[in-house]
């Protein structure tokens, strides 16, 4: 190559879509582990529901971001040859892995948000903190996805 930055694949307008995505499904999971201390407070079954169909939309989005954070590895094989871009991308799996266990126990419960529930959403959310670090490694000191000069990137 001729020193321009690990690309992004799959891009809209020169911008990559995976990190476009990712800010939904990180919320989502975040709101449900809100809304599980919620349940364990006051016990409505309010926040239980709500919880259910935050973990579910959770896991929809995380799904869609990861199409296109695996278009972005399988790529380029700069971005393969990254321990940080493969730590990012089986923690992800692992954190959805874990909300779809969880998705699963609320269905046929609802009080599992206040029991194992709000556990698995805590360590989901543990963990994407953990991958969420490697995601900003993989731009901000490999420079995944960013423009390189006289690449039409403007710095």
Known sequence: MNGDNPRSTARIMGHPIH????PF???????ALATDAA???DGSALWARASLWLVGAGIV???LAALFGLADFLGDARVRALSDARMHM???LLAVA????NLVLRLGDERAAGGAGIILSAVAVA?????GWKGGELVFRHGVGVASRGAGGQR
């Open 39 to 41: 349940f364990v407070i």
């Open 90 to 92: 089986i923690g992800n």
């Open 127 to 131: 963990i994407l903190g953990f991958t």
């Open 25 to 31: 499904p990180i919320t989502l999971f975040i709101a």
């Open 61 to 63: 989005t995380a799904l």
């Open 98 to 101: 874990i909300e779809a266990v």
């Open 19 to 22: 990190p476009m995505l990712v």
